[in-house]
């Protein structure tokens, strides 16, 4: 059984290393499970096995980089905390507002095709969400949960990772608002809609201004109070 097991997961690696190539090579739109199932000299029924469909092998590779990140591996790997909470959100926003201005176009893709799925049938967002909550959900719930008992937070709700969410899905559109060549929006720059974003999100999940203002930084916490945008989260 070892051994089988072993081939198995040794296909599934090449299979996966054929549809990087293939995707890399064609974009999302253009690669097939029939191409991919080529690239790796295997049927596309046996692709199937594997996987059920082109959205699924796309959301492992995905899934499989940020697990290569070293950056987002060791905060991942950090004690549960109050700082740990506000470095996840910090990423999270920096991430997404990058996308737009930078030079890898692959990113930008992945967010118009994680937009379109919501408006399709929705099955490479439900796979990609599912990826990221088994990747970041309990270090968000845990580290959130430290902070309420160290007075840094208030409780909220019996679903905590709903405000996991509810903060993924802020920067994501607000990411996608600056993905045309001309924004739909002007935000103003970038400095400030960083920051601002990151205490709107941190104070909607139920941190008070003395957390946010150690935590995040003096020079962002100089500006504490005075956006009122954020004071409605």
Same mark, same amino acid.
Request: overall charge negative.
């Given at each position: 059984m070892?051994?089988?097991? &072993?081939?198995?997961d ?7 290393g054929?549809?990087?190539?293939c /995707?890399?090579?064609?974009? $999302? ?22 996987? +059920?469909?082109?959205?699924?092998? =796309?959301? #492992? ?5 940020? #697990?290569?990140? +070293?950056?987002? @591996?060791?905060?991942?790997e ?10 996840l %959100?910090? *990423? &999270?926003?920096?991430? /997404?507002?990058? %996308?737009?201005d ?11 095709? @994680? ?8 099955? /490479?967002?439900?796979?990609? $969400?599912?990826? %990221?909550?088994?990747? %970041? ?5 845990? !580290? ?8 840094d937070?208030?409780? !909220?709700?019996?679903? +905590?990772?709903?405000?996991?969410? /509810?903060?993924h899905?802020?920067? &994501? ?6 993905? +045309? ?5 002007? =935000? *103003?720059?970038?400095n ?10 941190l104070? *909607?999940?139920?941190l ?5 203002? !150690? ?16 004071e409605?989260?």
């Amino acid at each position: 059984m070892s051994s089988l097991r &072993m081939t198995s997961d040794l296909r599934r690696q090449l299979i996966l290393g054929a549809a990087k190539r293939c /995707f890399a090579r064609h974009g $999302y739109t253009g690669t097939t499970t029939k191409s991919v199932a080529a690239a790796a000299a295997i049927s596309e029924a046996l692709l199937f096995k594997h996987f +059920p469909s082109k959205a699924a092998l =796309y959301a #492992e590779i995905l899934s499989d980089e940020c #697990e290569a990140d +070293p950056a987002l @591996m060791d905060l991942l790997e950090r004690e549960p905390s109050t700082a740990t909470l506000v470095e996840l %959100i910090r *990423g &999270m926003v920096q991430h /997404f507002l990058r %996308i737009a201005d930078g030079p890898d176009q692959e990113e930008a893709q992945r967010l118009r095709l @994680m937009a379109t799925s919501h408006l399709d049938d929705g099955e /490479f967002a439900r796979l990609l $969400y599912a990826k %990221i909550e088994t990747l %970041i959900g309990a270090v968000f719930v845990a !580290s959130l949960e430290r902070a309420v008992a160290a007075g840094d937070a208030r409780a !909220s709700g019996s679903e +905590p990772l709903n405000l996991f969410w /509810f903060a993924h899905h802020t920067v &994501m559109t607000a990411a996608l608002t600056r993905l +045309p060549s001309v924004p739909c929006l002007a =935000y *103003g720059r970038a400095n400030d809609l960083e920051r601002q974003l990151c205490e709107f999100l941190l104070r *909607g999940i139920g941190l008070n201004d003395a957390a946010i203002a !150690s935590h995040l930084g003096r020079d962002q916490a100089a500006c504490a109070g005075k956006t009122a945008i954020a004071e409605s989260a």
